[in-house]
């Protein structure tokens, strides 16, 4: 229900832990949610248009070069618990370079090799519910002019 009082019954399956196909506006509500064994879960959440996570390191379109680890830091509200960092060489997050589970705001990744990659972090809950994913940036690393990149002894 809204805490204006206005209620509003949504049924969600079990094992579901999305509502993402519904509409909501934003503002704050409170949640309730009934389990099989009439267990009653409430809390209050907030709904917000725009994610709750803001990247703030690297800048986008950042080029950095190519060095032992790139710093990377995001700002979350309250709700978050844990956080998934998503750094891919597509937009689509399909070919992944790196996928790491935190509980701090912060990320340090050695070493990733010269090209462009785009970033993201999913946020979770205290009840492993997935919350809003911050926008996508990128970034791009470079290997510094008179830099040579050895490969193995044996070769």
């Known amino acids: 229900q809204g805490l204006d009082?206005?209620?509003e019954e949504i049924k969600i399956a079990p094992g579901q832990k999305s509502v993402l196909e519904k509409k909501f506006y934003e503002g704050d509500y409170k949640l309730v949610l009934l389990g099989d064994n009439g267990k009653k879960d409430e809390r209050n959440i907030s709904v917000r248009q725009k994610p709750h996570i803001a990247l703030e390191r690297p800048d986008a379109g950042s080029h950095i070069g190519l060095g032992p680890r790139i710093h990377f830091r995001w700002k979350?509200?309250?709700?978050?618990?844990?956080?998934?960092?998503?750094?891919?060489?597509?937009?689509a997050f399909k070919d992944l370079a790196l996928k790491a589970?935190?509980?701090?705001?912060v990320a340090f990744v050695n070493y990733l090799a010269p090209g462009t990659y785009f970033w993201h972090v999913r946020g979770f809950d205290d009840k492993?519910?997935?919350l809003p994913t911050s926008d996508n940036s990128t970034f791009s690393v470079y290997l510094p002019k008179g830099v040579k990149i050895r490969g193995p002894a044996s070769k």
Do not use: F, Q, R
């Open 76 to 91: 979350a509200d309250e709700y978050y618990a844990k956080y998934v960092i998503e750094i891919s060489k597509d937009l």
């Open 5 to 7: 009082g206005k209620k």
């Open 128 to 130: 492993d519910y997935l």
């Open 101 to 105: 589970e935190t509980k701090l705001n």
